[in-house]
């Protein structure tokens, strides 16, 4: 079992910048991959991002990319994500999953198992 517990969601305006954290327990944080993904209302869940066991590896989605960087800090089993240049387009509730498959499927978008309970990033115009 993991668990995962995100923060930093909020209210900010276009243009501007937030950082959302992952934080995982229940396994050693090293073994697991982790991406995130966004709901807006109305719409499916969308992958946004996935950085592997080592984050050597980085993915994004095109909508994102340039604009958001996915880190971990294995050290404080953490993911991080920078939210730069934010549009009203991005308001949506972020998600972050835990992949445990030998292989990183979330890293092309296919969720692993475990999802936290979610922070709204909501981007006024």
């Known amino acids: 079992q993991v668990q995962l517990v995100e923060s930093g969601g909020g209210l900010v305006q276009a243009g501007g910048s937030l950082r959302l954290s992952c934080e995982a327990s229940?396994?050693?944080?090293?073994?697991?991959?982790v991406g995130w993904f966004r709901q807006a209302p109305g719409k499916e869940r969308d992958f946004i991002t996935a950085?592997?066991?080592?984050?050597?590896?980085?993915y994004y989605a095109g909508s994102v990319k340039g604009r958001f960087t996915i880190s971990r800090d294995n050290a404080k089993n953490t993911v991080y994500l920078q939210m730069n240049s934010l549009k009203p387009e991005d308001t949506a509730v972020y998600y972050c999953?835990?992949?445990?498959?030998?292989?990183?499927?979330?890293?092309?978008?296919?969720?692993?198992?475990?999802w936290g309970q979610g922070t709204q990033v909501t981007v006024s115009s």
């Open positions: 229940g396994r050693t944080f090293s073994s697991i991959a």
């Open positions: 999953n835990a992949d445990t498959r030998s292989i990183c499927y979330v890293c092309d978008g296919r969720p692993g198992d475990y």
């Open positions: 950085i592997t066991r080592s984050g050597q590896g980085t």
